[in-house]
């Protein structure tokens, strides 16, 4: 694989520049993601910044506390997808193999300890020049002592029953990066009484730990990128193709180990879906192919393929051409090409052809990652010398972190609790005193 700097944005501001770049080089950081791509010699090179501390005193980042009534617990869940082969391993018979975790509220035992972030292989390989902390964030590889940072869930806690039966909702990150890459939206998701699945994409993440000590890595860019638009194209399309049969099969196995793992605890008929970049891209699109899905949030994820088929060169997909019947959440970011609906020819098409509730919502002064760990952990980061390479505003933006956190936490606890519970708190209506940073399209 070729470690790709993160794109800084999603930066129309160069015309078709997105096509351009995408025809020499296909970059993972950007698939479905953001526009502006490095050239494939910038990105072989990867962040210049080295560092060569001992471990015991690299910088080392914090997660914020849920704000929720209700501890958090967690289990992490293997699953086998017997009806699939895997698809980015050419050849192979092995079946599809998925790493989730499941976040609920909990009561904790009095000896409980906090489960870290990531298991120690896959922060490694988090942190090194080929994960995603260089690829997708410019992080200096070894930078960042990433396997210190610890979550406030307990390992296998007990589900705490005065929650009530809970509604499930699936997270899918965006491409390159792991199912812990949303940790502090997650947790705080189910402190308010949610149970909460996030999925790893196998070789699409950029590592992917198995309990018996496999270390998956991406292989969706082995051997040459492809470099023909209708390559791309087919490229894109396999992937969200992929991630939306993984959500699936997720949904379905929740069925079985609600039965025989979860003493019914989980209610499988308030199902939402939520993900950013690629993962939002995959929950509208697994909404659109797959009816038990109720209600879902796209956290700035293109909702195309890139090809050239339509006249302005894109290609859309089915969910942007189609529309929805059921609610759907848009969150753009302030960089040029994202917020407003009308500034991308994906998002557009949805919002005129969707028949569902929709809004659009845009975080003032947010960059792509604001909607991920990295607003919350890479300003403290910095603090400790452990600068993305292009600096804190390029990767985060210029929103005060604790506002973007707030923000972020309250608008998708709104949405869920309307459109999974039935209690609705207006923050969706309109304009918020209480959040003057989110600005609503119309």
Do not use: C
């Amino acid at each position: 694989m070729t470690a790709v700097p993160h794109n800084p944005g999603r930066d129309r501001s160069r015309g078709h520049s997105r096509r351009q770049v995408l025809v020499t080089g296909l970059a993972a950081s950007a698939l479905l993601a953001t526009n502006a791509l490095p050239s494939p010699a910038t990105a072989a090179a990867g962040p210049a910044r080295r560092t060569s501390l001992p471990k015991a005193v690299l910088p080392k980042a914090v997660l914020p506390r849920p704000t929720g009534p209700f501890a958090v617990g967690t289990v992490a869940l293997h699953l086998v997808d017997r009806s699939r082969t895997e698809p980015w391993v050419p050849g192979t018979s092995a079946h599809r193999e998925l790493m989730v975790s499941l976040w609920y509220p909990a009561r904790p035992g009095g000896a409980a300890r906090a489960v870290p972030q990531m298991t120690a292989a896959a922060a490694a390989h988090f942190g090194s020049a080929e994960g995603a902390a260089a690829m997708n964030l410019r992080m200096a590889p070894g930078s960042v002592d990433w396997g210190a940072t610890l979550t406030h869930a307990y390992r296998d806690a007990p589900v705490d029953r005065r929650a009530g039966r809970l509604p499930v909702v699936l997270y899918s990150p965006g491409l390159g990066d792991p199912r812990t890459w949303n940790t502090a939206l997650v947790e705080d998701l189910a402190s308010r009484g949610y149970a909460v699945v996030t999925v790893d994409h196998t070789h699409e993440a950029t590592e992917v730990e198995f309990p018996d000590g496999r270390l998956a890595t991406m292989r969706i860019f082995d051997g040459a990128p492809p470099t023909d638009p209708a390559a791309i194209s087919a490229l894109l399309e396999k992937v969200v193709a992929v991630r939306v049969a993984d959500t699936r099969f997720v949904l379905d196995e929740l069925a079985r180990l609600n039965r025989t793992r979860f003493g019914g605890e989980l209610d499988l008929r308030r199902v939402g879906v939520f993900g950013q970049s690629a993962g939002g891209f995959t929950a509208a699109q697994t909404m659109h192919d797959d009816r038990r899905f109720l209600a879902g949030i796209n956290m700035d994820g293109e909702m195309d393929y890139v090809g050239g088929r339509e006249p302005d060169g894109t290609h859309l997909s089915s969910v942007a051409l189609d529309g929805l019947d059921r609610p759907l959440l848009l969150m753009g970011t302030g960089s040029e090409g994202s917020g407003d609906y009308r500034q991308q020819p994906s998002w557009a098409a949805f919002w005129a052809n969707t028949r569902g509730w929709k809004a659009d919502v845009t975080l003032t002064g947010s960059r792509h990652a604001s909607y991920t760990d990295a607003e919350a952990l890479l300003p403290r980061l910095a603090r400790q010398g452990a600068v993305p390479d292009g600096g804190l505003a390029a990767a985060v933006g210029t929103v005060p972190p604790g506002r973007a956190l707030a923000a972020n936490r309250a608008y998708v606890a709104s949405f869920f609790d309307r459109w999974l519970r039935g209690r609705d708190d207006q923050l969706l209506d309109g304009p918020s005193e209480r959040f003057p940073e989110m600005v609503f399209a119309r």
